[in-house]
């Protein structure tokens, strides 16, 4: 059976980081792509990095860039997203995906999510 799971999220300070881990199981990473995506209160969900099967191409979302880092352990079967210089605004709970379209934005196998709270 395929799975998801997320963890890492919490409470962090403006400026501070946090350490996003998306652990699969009844697959392997060299299969799918696989997306990080977010979704705060009140509006709609939004990629924010993902990873190609190869582990070749990553792409980020332009509030991404320079701040936060897609990077994935094929031995652990697990796919990070180190998040730096967290602002208020991306209070979200964080998703990853598999089976996801990096240009699409769509993906066929989800996580259940790991709130992250941005605040002083």
């Known amino acids: 059976q395929l799975q998801l799971v997320e963890s890492g999220g919490g409470l962090v300070q403006p400026g501070g980081s946090l350490r996003l881990s998306c652990a699969v199981s009844g697959f392997t990473l060299d299969h799918y792509a696989i997306g990080w995506l977010r979704q705060a209160p009140g509006k709609e969900r939004e990629g924010v990095s993902c990873i190609t099967s190869s582990g070749g191409d990553r792409k980020y979302a332009e509030s991404a860039k320079g701040r936060f880092t897609i990077s994935r352990d094929d031995a652990k079967n697990t796919v990070y997203l180190q998040m730096n210089d967290l602002k208020p605004g991306e209070t979200a709970v964080y998703y990853c995906?598999?089976?996801?379209?990096?240009?699409?934005?769509?993906?066929?196998?989800w996580g259940q999510g790991t709130k992250v709270t941005v605040s002083s």
């Open positions: 995906a598999a089976d996801y379209g990096c240009t699409t934005g769509e993906a066929k196998y």
